[in-house]
């Protein structure tokens, strides 16, 4: 076995070096959903629970087709099959039934057909739903997390140069510098209605704003 560890180089300098840590975010509207849906089904013996679920199942998968969904955007996440007991005082447990289920994560990328789609999941058989969570299709190509990387690095260098005032000295150049990020859930806006008129009744869905942040840590060099 081996064992590694990182230092941070040392660098030769007359000044007086300030480390900085500096936070900053950018918001942008969700544009693709995550949900999980499936199937339970229940029966006497295995066999027909397990059967009665595929074909509840392949319903759903059609009707989650049908939507529109393509079949990169489709992922099963756990098939699942289970004995139902019956506990009694002083008893062994006995086997009742079985319990079969089958779900599958969507990735919707048309938010404002979210509802209608979730109550077509319903309508064909789907009687488990949770989610959805939302998120930023591409962070990086939307540049969100490059409009949260100039704020930061101008944080971070106002604060340097206060640090400098204060003291009398001036800030020379950037030791070094290292980023972290991170994704805050959507925050709750107010409902979008989505539809006509006569769509008006399927399930509301508010993707809310999704909050993208940065995080530096920066070294500077100061002096007189």
């Known amino acids: 076995m081996t ?4 230092t941070t180089p040392y660098v030769a300098t007359d000044g007086t070096l300030l480390s900085v840590s500096a936070q900053a975010e950018a ?7 995550t949900v999980s849906t499936g ?9 027909s629970a397990l059967r009665a679920n595929a074909e509840q199942m392949t319903r759903v998968v059609t009707a989650i087709k049908a939507a529109g969904i393509a079949e990169r955007d489709i992922q099963t996440s756990g098939v699942n099959l289970n004995p139902q007991y019956k506990y009694g005082e002083n008893q062994p447990p006995t086997i009742t039934g079985y319990q079969a289920s ?3 994560n969507l990735t919707v990328r048309d938010i ?3 509802g209608k789609i979730l109550d077509a999941l319903v309508a064909t058989g789907a009687n ?3 989610g959805p969570s939302f998120d930023i299709d591409d962070k990086e190509k939307d540049s969100a997390y490059d409009e949260a990387r100039r704020a930061a690095v101008e944080k971070a260098q ?5 640090y400098a005032k204060t003291l009398g000295m001036k800030v020379r150049r950037i030791v070094s510098l290292s980023e972290g990020g991170g994704f805050a859930p959507p925050r709750p806006m107010a409902m979008m209605a989505m539809g006509r008129a006569k769509e008006a009744y399927d399930t509301p869905i ?5 909050t993208l942040s940065v995080n530096l840590d920066v070294v500077f060099e100061l002096g007189r």
């Open 3 to 6: 064992a590694s560890a990182q």
């Open 158 to 162: 106002a604060r340097a140069e206060m």
């Open 112 to 114: 404002a057909k979210l």
């Open 27 to 33: 918001k942008r509207i969700p544009d693709i959903a």
């Open 39 to 47: 199937v339970v089904t229940q029966a006497s013996d295995a066999n």
């Open 206 to 210: 508010a993707p809310g704003e999704s």
């Open 128 to 130: 488990q739903i949770n």
């Open 102 to 104: 089958n779900n599958v």
